[in-house]
């Protein structure tokens, strides 16, 4: 699988989960679920739906923090995004596609 490489976070001011999802052929099609997703309990400020997930920002990071450990094992973090796996079927090597694809900004 292919994943574009992102630059480290200092050289941006705000990172919008579009900016973490947008050409990752490894995502597939990349739908805007902000107005349903974030309208329910969760309440995260952005929310893209993704075959491998839905990359949700939220307003902070204890934010985040505190829905990437509901999420438990079917989520991951970095900074104030979540990735939210629950329901998704897939192997190891499409959950670490989708958990690197999170980390893109950081350099990792």
Known sequence: MTIALGARSYLFSTIAVEDLVAHQPGLGRATDVTDTYCANEIGCVEAWE?????????????????????????????????????????????????????????GV
């Open 50 to 106: 993704t075959r491998l997930g839905t990359y949700m920002r939220f307003g902070s990071r204890a934010e985040a923090t505190h829905w990437a450990t509901i999420f438990g094992a079917e989520g991951a973090q970095w900074e104030e995004f979540v990735l939210d796996t629950r329901g998704r079927d897939f192997g190891d090597e499409d959950r670490m596609t989708a958990v690197q694809i999170l980390l893109l900004y950081d």
